[in-house]
């Protein structure tokens, strides 16, 4: 895998595995994709902006994330937290709010490959092939892609 470049996976017919490898130790990393501070800075689309409402980080903890566009509009998302292990794994469930009822479990791995690299490893499973397939036709790789950009440039500095 290159540094830098997302791939998508459709591994079966409700899951997506997303990779990619950052120039960053693996601690920073896990630090940036966990820290309420750091989360406004990467998560979601450019064109947006996040507000962290709520982030009990701890298993059976909730967060609750909220993006904003330039025309005011919100979007609503939210999980409770699955597994959370120091070594760089964690589990959680995922909601659309426009969407409820199609919940998604989403685990993230932080590999270290070297002082200085990580790989990351997303597995998103769905409850059906359909929601799977939504996700993917409502821009799933484009807003996710732009941001693990977006987390690069803040944990590559």
Same mark, same amino acid.
């Given at each position: 895998? $290159?540094?830098?470049?997302?791939?998508?996976?459709?591994?079966? @017919?409700?899951? /997506?595995?997303?990779?990619r490898v950052f120039n960053a130790p693996r601690d920073a990393l896990f630090r +940036?994709?966990? $820290?309420?501070?750091?989360?406004?800075?990467?998560?979601?689309? #450019?064109?947006?902006?996040?507000? /962290? !409402?709520?982030? %009990?980080? =701890?298993?059976?903890?909730?967060? =609750?994330?909220?993006?904003? $566009?330039? %025309?005011?509009? !919100?979007?609503?998302?939210?999980? /409770?937290?699955? *597994?959370?292990?120091?070594?760089?794994?964690? +589990?959680?469930?995922?909601e659309y709010e426009d969407m409820p009822g199609h919940t998604q479990m989403v685990? &993230?791995?932080?590999?270290?490959? @070297?002082?200085?690299?990580?790989?990351?490893?997303? #597995?998103?499973?769905?409850?059906?092939? !359909? %929601? =799977?397939? +939504? +996700?993917? *036709?409502?821009?799933? *790789? &484009?807003?996710?892609? %732009?941001?693990? $950009? =977006?987390? &690069? &440039?803040?944990? !590559?500095?």
């Amino acid at each position: 895998m $290159d540094n830098g470049k997302t791939t998508f996976t459709k591994v079966s @017919d409700n899951q /997506v595995l997303m990779e990619r490898v950052f120039n960053a130790p693996r601690d920073a990393l896990f630090r +940036a994709y966990t $820290d309420p501070n750091q989360i406004p800075m990467w998560w979601g689309p #450019r064109n947006m902006t996040t507000t /962290v !409402e709520k982030m %009990d980080f =701890r298993p059976g903890g909730m967060w =609750r994330y909220v993006q904003h $566009d330039g %025309d005011g509009r !919100e979007a609503g998302f939210h999980g /409770v937290y699955q *597994e959370i292990l120091t070594s760089g794994c964690m +589990a959680s469930s995922f909601e659309y709010e426009d969407m409820p009822g199609h919940t998604q479990m989403v685990s &993230a791995i932080f590999e270290e490959i @070297d002082a200085t690299h990580t790989k990351l490893t997303s #597995r998103t499973t769905f409850q059906t092939i !359909e %929601d =799977r397939d +939504a +996700a993917l *036709e409502s821009g799933m *790789e &484009a807003g996710a892609g %732009d941001s693990l $950009d =977006r987390l &690069a &440039a803040l944990v !590559e500095k």
